[in-house]
């Protein structure tokens, strides 16, 4: 099942076609040239993996439901993808318990 489909007739959007869109769109917002073999491939679908995971921690969904969402067994998975974040969201925890120390 496409995860995008086509509009005015044209076909699914395939696997290169969806790099090649994300690429222009990087592009348009000054990330990389998508006409230009050395910085064309700055942005990945796959990393929005972690800002998925990131964003929906720092909103304060259990990290069992982030991986029930994502489709992650092994909480190595959640740490890997949210490594990223960790240090933040463990400065947020320790803020929230106010000026003890």
Same mark, same amino acid.
């Given at each position: 099942?496409?995860?995008?489909? *086509? #509009?005015? +007739?044209?076909?699914?959007? $395939?696997?290169? *076609?969806?790099? !090649?869109?994300?690429?222009? !769109?990087? /592009?348009? @917002? *000054?990330? *990389?040239? =998508?006409?230009? =073999?050395?910085?064309?491939?700055?942005?990945? =679908?796959? &990393?929005? %993996?972690? #800002?998925? @995971?990131?964003?929906?921690?720092?909103? +304060?969904?259990?990290?069992?439901?982030?991986? &029930?969402? /994502? +489709?992650?067994?092994? =909480?190595?998975?959640? %740490?890997?993808?949210? @490594?990223?974040?960790? #240090? #933040?969201?463990?400065?947020?925890?320790?803020?929230? $318990?106010?000026? !003890?120390?």
């Amino acid at each position: 099942m496409p995860l995008w489909l *086509g #509009t005015r +007739g044209r076909d699914r959007l $395939t696997h290169s *076609g969806l790099y !090649r869109l994300l690429n222009r !769109r990087a /592009a348009d @917002a *000054g990330y *990389g040239n =998508p006409d230009d =073999p050395e910085s064309r491939s700055i942005v990945h =679908p796959h &990393q929005f %993996r972690h #800002t998925f @995971a990131d964003d929906i921690l720092s909103a +304060g969904v259990s990290e069992g439901d982030v991986m &029930q969402v /994502a +489709g992650w067994k092994d =909480p190595s998975m959640l %740490r890997r993808y949210a @490594a990223d974040m960790a #240090t #933040t969201l463990a400065v947020s925890a320790v803020r929230r $318990t106010g000026d !003890r120390y």
